[in-house]
């Protein structure tokens, strides 16, 4: 895992946008991991704006998102489906047939985690998985004491999750309490992961996610047993990590972040 820490979070945000770019521009049939949430809504601006102002190509990207509501329509405006098309895919010429999203309405939820899986494996599974971290230590809706090998699956949401996420809907109350998500072990089989992490509120959560011991309950730490993982945070969200300067020195002085400076 490598950790980078960026003054601002406009400069974190900048930074994960270029390395995503980067991506699909060395590789322009790259399948990308998406993730959604309020972290996420700059960085699909900024990508957004990569489309417009400089040409950035999604014509041929292939697109996972990482999870969906159970029992969300996709045209519900709380689904994570309408979120995407919203903030990144109605703005950029992505071909709609190759962006994929849990079908929360499936009949068999079960069926559906696994028809997700194969249909993952059938593309030659993922190039580059954005991620971001839950305040219960999630990444997608794996939730505390999800199993580190676990696959495409429903999962039960928190309380936390839940008083996070309810005042999002017109009537918090409708809000599901389950969810349709990647498992960790999906997640973990992205040949690059790339987690952005903003905020001061996200610093605890962090510390104890990148540095602390690897654990089914923070589901985030096992990136830490992720061949290529890098973890691109703002400097409150950094601000409890105990390697500060060490985080800093990589980005300044590894030649792999020279097109990036």
């Given at each position: 895992?490598?950790?980078?820490i960026?003054?601002?979070?406009?400069?974190?945000?900048?930074?994960?946008?270029?390395?995503?770019a980067?991506q699909?521009?060395?590789?322009?049939?790259s399948?990308?991991?998406?993730?959604?949430g309020?972290?996420?809504?700059?960085?699909?601006?900024?990508?957004?704006?990569?489309?417009?102002?400089?040409?950035?190509?999604?014509?041929?990207?292939?697109?996972?998102?990482?999870?969906?509501?159970a029992?969300?329509p996709?045209?519900?405006?709380?689904?994570?489906?309408?979120?995407?098309?919203?903030?990144?895919?109605?703005?950029?010429?992505?071909?709609?047939?190759?962006?994929?999203?849990?079908?929360g309405?499936?009949?068999?939820?079960?069926?559906e985690?696994?028809?997700y899986?194969?249909?993952?494996?059938?593309?030659?599974?993922?190039?580059?998985?954005?991620?971001?971290?839950?305040?219960?230590?999630?990444?997608?809706?794996?939730?505390?004491?999800?199993?580190?090998?676990?696959?495409t699956?429903?999962?039960?949401?928190?309380?936390?999750?839940?008083?996070?996420?309810?005042?999002?809907?017109?009537?918090?109350?409708?809000?599901?309490?389950?969810?349709?998500?990647?498992?960790?072990?999906?997640?973990?089989e992205?040949?690059?992961?790339?987690?952005?992490?903003?905020?001061?509120?996200?610093a605890?959560?962090?510390?104890?996610a990148?540095?602390?011991?690897?654990?089914s309950?923070?589901?985030?730490s096992?990136?830490?047993?992720?061949?290529?993982?890098?973890?691109?945070?703002?400097?409150?969200?950094?601000?409890?990590?105990?390697q500060?300067d060490?985080?800093?020195?990589i980005?300044?002085?590894?030649?792999?972040?020279?097109?990036?400076?």
């Amino acid at each position: 895992m490598q950790v980078i820490i960026r003054d601002t979070k406009k400069e974190a945000i900048e930074l994960a946008a270029a390395v995503i770019a980067h991506q699909i521009t060395i590789k322009p049939t790259s399948v990308l991991g998406l993730a959604t949430g309020r972290t996420m809504e700059g960085l699909y601006a900024r990508l957004v704006e990569m489309h417009q102002q400089d040409g950035l190509d999604f014509s041929l990207a292939v697109t996972f998102n990482l999870d969906e509501y159970a029992g969300l329509p996709p045209t519900h405006k709380n689904s994570y489906r309408y979120y995407m098309n919203h903030h990144l895919f109605g703005k950029v010429n992505i071909d709609l047939r190759n962006t994929h999203l849990p079908d929360g309405m499936a009949a068999d939820p079960e069926a559906e985690g696994a028809r997700y899986d194969a249909l993952i494996e059938d593309v030659g599974g993922i190039d580059l998985q954005l991620l971001s971290i839950g305040e219960t230590g999630h990444i997608g809706f794996n939730e505390p004491l999800s199993a580190m090998f676990s696959r495409t699956r429903v999962k039960a949401l928190t309380p936390k999750t839940i008083e996070q996420n309810s005042p999002l809907f017109d009537s918090p109350e409708d809000m599901p309490r389950f969810a349709i998500t990647m498992g960790v072990g999906t997640i973990l089989e992205a040949a690059r992961c790339v987690m952005l992490v903003t905020g001061a509120n996200k610093a605890d959560i962090m510390a104890r996610a990148v540095e602390g011991p690897v654990t089914s309950m923070i589901s985030a730490s096992a990136l830490q047993l992720h061949p290529n993982c890098t973890v691109i945070a703002d400097a409150a969200a950094a601000d409890k990590l105990e390697q500060k300067d060490y985080y800093r020195w990589i980005f300044d002085h590894d030649p792999q972040w020279d097109r990036f400076r």
